[in-house]
Every structure is written in structure tokens, then in C-alpha cells.
């Protein structure tokens, strides 16, 4: 028998959500809020469930694509509604179980293990609400909970309280198996409420102590504005250990960072960048309103507004304004200006000049450019792939390469240039005539 197991409340419909999509599956930072909240689980036990029941399939596929070891269960929510109903049939093997909501993003693993730590019978999360208008108010006394009274249901005197449940419990599980039974669905909802815990456990004369906890860790996202919340609270909190680890970064507030990226050595980060998805960053400068996917980027500088796409890798590189790089390798090369390199794997020494792009796409299938060393690419160059450039080449400015170049060469493959005397006045005039 485990010490904890975790189970993840994520069957509701989400229905402020206003989408079709999955409330827990909408992202912040990078990741869904399912998925930041089975990452906390997971920091404090191997043995954690995950209860579905809107879009059961579509929930399921997605936990499972990135915790393959994670309990499922679909809870009867026509039988068995509410929170204590989708604790219903499942199966409990630890000394301990915590129960958590899966649109908690932003609960931090101490908080988790604090609750777990109590040696209550029952452990409820608590916290003193800046404004606890409309929140179950919890009644305590030297720590013991005596009772949780909801909103409706509080007398002047309760409603003053500012201590409100966070939603989060851990319990002795052969009490919660004892417990479980006897909760009933007796309100106008007709819900199994797991609040009513706590009052059957205190008929049973068991303890029941309140931990304080943080009122933003335990931030629920219930819509779309709470939603954009968390994810700043979020983003602040990211850029701020990775300024504190020694990236520099201009103007922060307008530069987002995917939760998943890695930043190493000395970087900067100017205004309006984005880094999306699992990019590593090493040593490098990312320019004013340039944007970063899933990429390596090592020794090298980007922008003022590039945009390099996943897939790439870019080593001792300047890649400069308006550049787009996809799927691209690249290593000690400089590409200055307006051009579009993808699919494609370009070696040292080489220069790109402005307006280069690699026409890597035939309407049905993508093809490979391969560029070899010390390659100087005129201006306006198109390489129409699968093509592949050998070392010390030269391409001619307006060329289009649809064959292989080989070392050494000058390629120059555009139309001789004919010049036809006095056109312009004839055009002209005979219009006007």
C-alpha cells in the first residue's frame, strides 16, 4: 500500500467555458490546466487517478499521451452528481488519499504536500479570501474545522468570516471509505456534495483540521477571463525565476514564455518576443518581436522580428529582420534579411542574401534543400527543391536553381536582359492617342 494517492476531479462540463472544448483542456503557458495540475501530483506520488466524464475519450487520449500511468474512471454523473458522486466505485490503496480539482493550474506541489502532512482524519485546504463573497465560509477554532457554511446559509456574524474552503482535501482513506456512504444528495442541486464530509465526520467525533493555504495557488478557472488571469499570474511567475537564474529580458511584461522551455547561459530576451513550445535557448539574443518554436537556438542572435518555426536548429547564426526559418539546420551561417529558409540544412560560412527562399513544397510533398559551405547566395535567389549546393559556391543574384551546383561553381540561372529603345514613348504615347 502507497503513503498517497492522488485522485483529480476533472468530470464537470465546464459550461462558462462557453466552447465544445474540454474545460481542463484549455491551456495556459503551454500546457492544458489538466496537465499542470497531474504534474504537482505526480511530484508528490506514482499513484494518481483522474476522474472523467464531458468529452470522456477526448480527456482520456490526452492525459494518457503524456502521464501513460494515470488511473482513468468516468464517473455516473446521471446516478452519482457532484463532487462526492465521482468518488463513487473507485478503488482506494494508500494509507492517505488527496483529492484536488483539475482546473487548479496554478497549485504549487508544498501546498499539496502540507495538506498531506496533517494528521487530521480529514485535512481541508483553506484560505483567508480578500473578498469572501460567495465562498463557503469554514468555521474554525485553534485550527479545527468546526463547520463549512455556505453563503446562503450564514448568519451576519459567519458571513464577516474571511477563511473559505480551497476545495482541496486529504483524508485517512479508511475514513473517506467510511465517510463516502454516507453522503446524500439533500439540496436543491440533488448532488453529492463532498463538503458534507466534513459534517459526518464531525458526527463521528473525527478530526478535522483546516491548513492555510495561498488563495492564488488555489485559483479555479471557471471561465475564459479567469483563464487569461492565471496565465499572467503564470507568466510572472516563470519570467521571474529565469530573470532571477540570469536571462535578461526588456520590458518582460510584453514577452511570453512557454512553460516547457529551457534557458541556458547568458540570454536576453528583448520587447514582444514569444517563445513557444519546448525550445531550448543557449547563449543566445532573441530581438525585439521575434518568435521562437519548439527550436534550439545556441550562440546565435534573431530578429528584430524573425520568426523561427519548429523543428530548427540554429548554431553560431545571425539570423536577421523578417527572416522565417522551418524545420531548418543551420550552423555559422548569416541570412540579414526578408527571406524564407525551410526545410533545409545549410553548413558554415555561408551567406543568404535578401529575398532567398527555399521552394520547398510541390503541393503534395515537401523536399530538401542542402547547402553546402562558404556559399555566397545573391539577392532574390530562388531554390526550388530537392536540390543540393556544394562548398565555395557562388549563386547569382535572381537566380533559380532547380539542379545541383557543384563545388566551386558560379551559378547563374536567370534570362539574358533586352532593352528596347525609345518603348517607353511609344507605350506611352499610343495610350494617350
Given at each position: 500500500m502507497s503513503e498517497i494517492s492522488v485522485v483529480i476531479l476533472a468530470a464537470g462540463f465546464g459550461t462558462r467555458m462557453k466552447s465544445d472544448r474540454p474545460k481542463v483542456l484549455f491551456e495556459l503557458c503551454g500546457k492544458s490546466m489538466l496537465s499542470h495540475v497531474l504534474e504537482r501530483a505526480y511530484e508528490i506520488s506514482d499513484d494518481v487517478s483522474v476522474i472523467l466524464h464531458y468529452q470522456f475519450d477526448r480527456v482520456k487520449e490526452a492525459v494518457l499521451s503524456e502521464y501513460p500511468n494515470t488511473k482513468i474512471y468516468k464517473q455516473d454523473h446521471e446516478n452519482f452528481p457532484g463532487t462526492a458522486g465521482a468518488l463513487k466505485d473507485i478503488k482506494f490503496d494508500s494509507q492517505k488519499t488527496l483529492i484536488v480539482c483539475g482546473d487548479m493550474p496554478l497549485i504549487d506541489s508544498a501546498d499539496l504536500r502540507s495538506l498531506c502532512s496533517s494528521d487530521a482524519d480529514v485535512a481541508l485546504s483553506v484560505f483567508r479570501a480578500k473578498d469572501p463573497f460567495g465562498y463557503g465560509r469554514v468555521i474554525t477554532k485553534d485550527g479545527e474545522i468546526l463547520k463549512i457554511v455556505e453563503q446562503k446559509d450564514a448568519s451576519e456574524e459567519e458571513k464577516l468570516v474571511c477563511d473559505a474552503n480551497a476545495g482541496c482535501y486529504c483524508f485517512d482513506t479508511k475514513v473517506l471509505e467510511k465517510i463516502l456512504p454516507q453522503i446524500a444528495p439533500n439540496n436543491a442541486q440533488k448532488e453529492y456534495y463532498l463538503t458534507d464530509s466534513i459534517k459526518i465526520a464531525k458526527d463521528m467525533g473525527l478530526k478535522c483540521s483546516a491548513v492555510w493555504v495561498d488563495e492564488q495557488n488555489f485559483m479555479g478557472i471557471n471561465d475564459k477571463f479567469a483563464l487569461s488571469v492565471a496565465e499572467e499570474i503564470m507568466q510572472n511567475r516563470i519570467k521571474e525565476r529565469l530573470m532571477k537564474a540570469g536571462v535578461l529580458m526588456r520590458l518582460p511584461s510584453t514577452i511570453y514564455i512557454d512553460c516547457r522551455a529551457k534557458f541556458i547561459g547568458e540570454c536576453e530576451l528583448q520587447e514582444n518576443v514569444s517563445i513557444i513550445g519546448e525550445c531550448v535557448i543557449e547563449n543566445s539574443i532573441i530581438k525585439s518581436s521575434s518568435v521562437v518554436e519548439s527550436s534550439l537556438i545556441?550562440?546565435?542572435?534573431?530578429?528584430?522580428?524573425?520568426?523561427?518555426?519548429?523543428?530548427?536548429?540554429?548554431?553560431?547564426?545571425?539570423i536577421g529582420n523578417f527572416v522565417e526559418l522551418k524545420n531548418a539546420k543551420v550552423n555559422n551561417i548569416k541570412a540579414g534579411h526578408l527571406s524564407y529558409l525551410g526545410d533545409c540544412e545549410i553548413s558554415s560560412g555561408t551567406n543568404i542574401g535578401c529575398g532567398t527562399i527555399t521552394c520547398n513544397y510541390d503541393g503534395k510533398k515537401k523536399y530538401k534543400t542542402i547547402i553546402g559551405k562558404n556559399v555566397f547566395v545573391g539577392s532574390d535567389t530562388q531554390f526550388v527543391a530537392p536540390v543540393k549546393i556544394g562548398n565555395d559556391v557562388i549563386i547569382a543574384a535572381g537566380s533559380t536553381i532547380v539542379s545541383d551546383v557543384p563545388n566551386g561553381a558560379l551559378a547563374i540561372a536567370r534570362s539574358k536582359q533586352t532593352n528596347k529603345a525609345e518603348f517607353f514613348y511609344k507605350f506611352f504615347r499610343s495610350n494617350n492617342e
Amino acid at each position: 500500500m502507497s503513503e498517497i494517492s492522488v485522485v483529480i476531479l476533472a468530470a464537470g462540463f465546464g459550461t462558462r467555458m462557453k466552447s465544445d472544448r474540454p474545460k481542463v483542456l484549455f491551456e495556459l503557458c503551454g500546457k492544458s490546466m489538466l496537465s499542470h495540475v497531474l504534474e504537482r501530483a505526480y511530484e508528490i506520488s506514482d499513484d494518481v487517478s483522474v476522474i472523467l466524464h464531458y468529452q470522456f475519450d477526448r480527456v482520456k487520449e490526452a492525459v494518457l499521451s503524456e502521464y501513460p500511468n494515470t488511473k482513468i474512471y468516468k464517473q455516473d454523473h446521471e446516478n452519482f452528481p457532484g463532487t462526492a458522486g465521482a468518488l463513487k466505485d473507485i478503488k482506494f490503496d494508500s494509507q492517505k488519499t488527496l483529492i484536488v480539482c483539475g482546473d487548479m493550474p496554478l497549485i504549487d506541489s508544498a501546498d499539496l504536500r502540507s495538506l498531506c502532512s496533517s494528521d487530521a482524519d480529514v485535512a481541508l485546504s483553506v484560505f483567508r479570501a480578500k473578498d469572501p463573497f460567495g465562498y463557503g465560509r469554514v468555521i474554525t477554532k485553534d485550527g479545527e474545522i468546526l463547520k463549512i457554511v455556505e453563503q446562503k446559509d450564514a448568519s451576519e456574524e459567519e458571513k464577516l468570516v474571511c477563511d473559505a474552503n480551497a476545495g482541496c482535501y486529504c483524508f485517512d482513506t479508511k475514513v473517506l471509505e467510511k465517510i463516502l456512504p454516507q453522503i446524500a444528495p439533500n439540496n436543491a442541486q440533488k448532488e453529492y456534495y463532498l463538503t458534507d464530509s466534513i459534517k459526518i465526520a464531525k458526527d463521528m467525533g473525527l478530526k478535522c483540521s483546516a491548513v492555510w493555504v495561498d488563495e492564488q495557488n488555489f485559483m479555479g478557472i471557471n471561465d475564459k477571463f479567469a483563464l487569461s488571469v492565471a496565465e499572467e499570474i503564470m507568466q510572472n511567475r516563470i519570467k521571474e525565476r529565469l530573470m532571477k537564474a540570469g536571462v535578461l529580458m526588456r520590458l518582460p511584461s510584453t514577452i511570453y514564455i512557454d512553460c516547457r522551455a529551457k534557458f541556458i547561459g547568458e540570454c536576453e530576451l528583448q520587447e514582444n518576443v514569444s517563445i513557444i513550445g519546448e525550445c531550448v535557448i543557449e547563449n543566445s539574443i532573441i530581438k525585439s518581436s521575434s518568435v521562437v518554436e519548439s527550436s534550439l537556438i545556441k550562440n546565435s542572435d534573431l530578429g528584430p522580428m524573425a520568426h523561427i518555426r519548429p523543428k530548427c536548429e540554429i548554431v553560431g547564426t545571425h539570423i536577421g529582420n523578417f527572416v522565417e526559418l522551418k524545420n531548418a539546420k543551420v550552423n555559422n551561417i548569416k541570412a540579414g534579411h526578408l527571406s524564407y529558409l525551410g526545410d533545409c540544412e545549410i553548413s558554415s560560412g555561408t551567406n543568404i542574401g535578401c529575398g532567398t527562399i527555399t521552394c520547398n513544397y510541390d503541393g503534395k510533398k515537401k523536399y530538401k534543400t542542402i547547402i553546402g559551405k562558404n556559399v555566397f547566395v545573391g539577392s532574390d535567389t530562388q531554390f526550388v527543391a530537392p536540390v543540393k549546393i556544394g562548398n565555395d559556391v557562388i549563386i547569382a543574384a535572381g537566380s533559380t536553381i532547380v539542379s545541383d551546383v557543384p563545388n566551386g561553381a558560379l551559378a547563374i540561372a536567370r534570362s539574358k536582359q533586352t532593352n528596347k529603345a525609345e518603348f517607353f514613348y511609344k507605350f506611352f504615347r499610343s495610350n494617350n492617342e
